[in-house]
């Protein structure tokens, strides 16, 4: 059922406590220009105020998820005004998205569009999709968290290997390399992300957040301040109502019910 239709971005509840957000179409190569950025992260952000949002998959068209920045966009553009431009801060502010994320790519994930990719917790490629970031070949580089996210998701040589080539993966490398998770048929892919969502969005919802914001932690801080804040987060959840019910549905045998609270 579609609830909002906007001019790049479609959201649709394919089950109880999840919602899809599709952007662009089947067939085009889904160019992020910096409005289309900024929709899709408003609709994320709308969805992360809906309470009974658990979680949430991403997924663009079949031809492309994206096929990176609206390339017009950076002709005969100086430093001063990309600066002015400040088009990162949306990206920031994905980054603070509490909610599961699930990317379901096809098609072209390139450049910015697998940066986008990239901004999502766990990626559930078709086997059509390709991975690539080909900035190198325009005298550029990845801008929005590319270069890191993916060092930290594949390890540095094999990070280097796909930006300094700038040729596209195709999934099973990806899979092989750890960039995505799982590779399913074309015609699976939003479906299997769905089904991940829908068990992901079934967890005490206070528990799969603090569990987010531990796991980037790990990439983020040395060690000792990494458990010391899993530690906090951990002693946090006895003081939810989702746990107290966790541990006495355990106990009485019988699958929870879960509130958020
Ligand atoms: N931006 C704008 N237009 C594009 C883009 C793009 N990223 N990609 C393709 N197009 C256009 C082509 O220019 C072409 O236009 P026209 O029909 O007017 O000639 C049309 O789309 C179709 O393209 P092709 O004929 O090339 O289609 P193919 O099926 O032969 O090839 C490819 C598809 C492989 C995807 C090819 O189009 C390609 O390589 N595209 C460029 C991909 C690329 O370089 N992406 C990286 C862009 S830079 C970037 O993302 C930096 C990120 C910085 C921050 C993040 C911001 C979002």
Redesign the pocket.
Known sequence: MTEMLREFTQVSRPAESVALLTFGTEND?N????GR?AEIVEVLFELEREDTVRAVVLTGGQ??F???????E?VDVTVAEMKTRN??RD?DRLRTFSKPLIAAVRG?A????L??ALSCDLVVAGESA?F????V??G?????G?TQRLARKVGTSRALEMLWLGK?VDSKRALDMGLVEHVVADEETVHVAIEWAVHVAKQAPLSVRAIKEAVYQATDVPLGVGMEAERNLFYLLFATDDKAEGVQAFLEKRPPRFEGR
């Not at 160019?31 to 910096?34: F, H, R």
């Not at 690539?132 to 900035?135: I, S, W």
Request: proline share 10%.
């Open positions: 190569l160019p992020l220009s910096i950025v031809r492309a994206a096929a990176g920045a609206d390339i017009g950076m088009q990162f990206w072209y390139l450049g910015g569009g940066e986008l390709r690539g970031f080909p900035e070949n325009l550029l580089m990845p801008g929005a590319g596209p």
